[in-house]
Structures are given as C-alpha cells and as structure tokens.
C-alpha cells in the first residue's frame, strides 16, 4: 500500500467521524424541529378561526426576525447553493434559530409550506461551521453535501434518498461522488437519531394488483406526462409569482401583510384550513381512502406559491408530495387504475419534476412505498423528469450538459 493509498483511506476516515458526528448533531435539531411542527399544525387544525386570521401579522414577524437578526440568512436555500458553488464562504449560525422559528411562525397561522427546505438549511449550516474548524483540503462542499444529506434523511427518515437528493441537487445530471460515503452516513445516523427521539416516519404498505399490457402502459406514460407538467407548473409558477409580487410591491413588509391577509380569507372561506400547512391531511386521505376533491392539487399548488413568493418561511417538497398524491387520486379514478398506486406514483414524480432530481425520488418511492413497485417508480420518475424540461424550484440549480 502506498502514501496515496493511505492518505485517501486516511481522509475517508475523517470524513466518516465527521460525518456520525454532524448526523448525530442534526438529527437532534431535526426531532426539535419537525415535533415541534407536527405540534403546532395539531394545534392550529383544532383552532383554524383563532389563528388563520393572524397570517399577515406573522408575516411581518418574520420580516422583522430576518432584518434584525441576519439579513443574508433570508436567502435560504439559494444561500446553501451560492456555498455550494464557492460563491460565498460563510452560512451564518443565526440561520438555524431564525429558518426554524419563522417557519413554526407560518405553520402557526396557516401558511401553506413545506419543511424539507428548512431541513437542508440546517444541516448544511452545522455541516459548513464544522468544515470551518476541521482543516481538510477541498473538504468544504463534500461537508455541505454531507449536512444537506443529514438534514433531508433527519427530517423524512429515508436516508438513501437523502445521500442521492445532496449529490444530484446542486447540478441537475450529474453526481457529485465524492460526497456519497459521508453523505450516506450522515443521513443514517441523522434518520436514526431523529426516530429515536419520536420523530415518526412516514411509510405506506401499498398491495395493489393491476394487468401490465399495452394499454396499461400507455396510461402510464400519460400519467407521468402529467405528473411532470404539474412539476414544471409549480416550479415555474412560483418563480413568475416571486417576480411579480417583487416588481409590484417592492416593501417586503407591505407585500407579506398584503397577501396575508387576503391568504387568511382563502384559506378560511376554503373548508377552514383544509389547504394550510404542509399538506399532510391531503396525503394522509390519498393512502386512507379519505375524501379528495378533484380541484385539491391545484388549489394547494396555488395557494402554496403565493405563501412562499410572499416571503413566508418553509419549504417545497411535502406540499409537492400532497400535490402529486392529491392529483394522482383524480388521475387514478380517471384512467381506471388502483388510486393508491396511482397517487403513490404522483407522490414521488410531482417532486421528482418540480426539483429536478431522478434517483431521490425514485428512492423515496422505495422507502416511503416499497420495494415492489421500483420499476414503475423508475419509469414515471424519469419521464416526468424529461417533460419537466429545465424548470426548477431552485432557481440557481445547475444543469449538467454533456459534451
């Protein structure tokens, strides 16, 4: 064995520590973070009327909150991208409190948000401050990689999704590799963790049975046509949204009060708070057999952009899961196939073409789904990724192209 040779089995070992210690770190902030929401949207379902109303003054908190606190944190995950790209140098700590409490501040009053955004930005914060203290040559954006992983595997508890979400996020076809041993187990131990604290996962046992012919394959193709418009949709829907509200009210405190308030009135006049929060009770009915309406996708597809393009804090993915579930619902009793494989399938490729990403997905599919049905995850997965085109919810997401 020669000095190369060891010297890389020697930087594959610190990698590792760093990576259970990081995995160990963010898995705790992550079982605070997501009990704690799972508390509030709880408590906000059982008192829609008290707090909805409430929307817009929340919003002006959280303006306040990030200029007096860390204006440069309010970037989110474009702040975590520009570090990927070594166009900026420092993640300040301030972002973990400030990403939490604002977006426990929107789920409060009923904003229509994700968290898997949070999630990532406070991996990639504790990961990039121990990059700073530990001296590895070119470690910094394995590191960050290695944080994004721990905090999307924290948070969902589906690890292998995790590590591939971190390696193919930053440039959409192509993996960073040299990520993917600490990124796997950052996101093991940060899924353990979490789950040992009482952050459930989410999981559905899907037996379903259907007749693979011509037909049934065609239906498919279209579905995930569809699937992949949606994605595309939403991406590009709330980066048209955001300029719009920019051009036209350019005072982020007047723009977040203006549009919460006439949030509050949608939400409340639209079944009390059915389309608030991360979307969970629309996935829960999806797989229960529990009621969808046919116009529940769109409605929380729009209703969720102009929560995020109005300046409220939160994340993307679990509002596009109860997209693609909802939709797939509609979709399924549509074209005669079993609703609960149906929406499963929108689960993962509505996702799959909003942040244009390909194996994440289908490994979410896998974890959260099963493993019998990866073969059709793979397929509807890449074709909604295909029809998608370049649109993307994150903005400075580049694309590989291939020479």
């Known amino acids: 064995m020669n000095s190369k040779q060891l010297s890389l089995y020697r930087e594959m070992l610190k990698y590792t520590g760093l990576a259970i210690g990081i995995g160990i770190i963010v898995g705790i902030i992550d079982a605070v973070f997501g009990r704690v929401l799972i508390g509030i949207t709880n408590f906000r379902s059982a008192n829609p009327m008290v707090l909805i109303p409430f929307l817009s003054i929340a919003g002006l908190i959280i303006i306040f909150l990030y200029r007096t606190f860390s204006k440069e944190a309010l970037k989110g995950m474009t702040l975590i991208f520009e570090t990927g790209f070594g166009e900026n140098e420092r993640i300040p700590k301030r972002l973990i409190p400030l990403v939490m409490f604002t977006t426990w501040i929107t789920h409060l009053f009923g904003g229509s948000a994700g968290r898997e955004g949070v999630a990532v930005q406070l991996g990639a914060t504790v990961a990039h401050t121990v990059g700073k203290k530990v001296k590895i040559e070119n470690g910094g954006r394995v590191l960050l990689l290695t944080g994004m992983a721990a905090g999307f595997g924290g948070l969902f508890q589906t690890p292998i999704a995790a590590t591939f979400f971190a390696m193919e996020v930053l440039v959409a076809g192509a993996l960073q590799y040299e990520a993917l041993l600490p990124a796997l187990v950052a996101a093991y131990v940060s899924s353990s963790t979490s789950h040992l604290l009482g952050l459930e996962k989410f999981a559905v046992d899907l037996h379903v049975s259907f007749q693979v012919d011509a037909i049934f394959i065609l239906k498919l193709v279209v579905i995930s046509i ?25 005072d982020s405190y007047l723009r977040i009060f203006i549009v919460g308030i006439c949030l509050s009135v949608v939400f409340l006049v639209l079944s009390k708070g059915r389309y608030s929060g991360l979307g969970t009770n629309l996935i829960s009915a999806a797989f229960t057999d529990g009621k969808i309406y046919a116009y529940d996708w769109i409605l929380k597809l729009a209703l969720t952009v102009l929560t995020l393009a109005a300046g409220f804090q939160g994340g993307e993915v679990t509002p596009l899961f109860a997209i693609g579930a909802s939709l797939g619902v509609v979709l399924g009793g549509l074209f ?13 490729a509505v996702f799959s073409s909003a942040t244009k990403t390909l194996l994440a997905p289908i490994f979410i599919g896998v974890e959260v789904f099963g493993t019998e049905y990866v073969l059709y995850f793979a397929v509807v997965c890449v074709i909604a990724y295909l029809f998608n085109g370049s649109r993307t919810i994150y903005h400075l997401q580049r694309v590989y192209k291939f020479k």
């Open 336 to 348: 005669g196939l079993p609703v609960m494989f149906v929406a499963a399938l929108g689960y993962i």
């Open 226 to 250: 569809v699937f992949g418009l949606t994605g595309g949709v939403f991406a590009a829907g709330l980066e048209a949204v955001k300029d719009v509200m920019r051009k036209k009210c350019p």
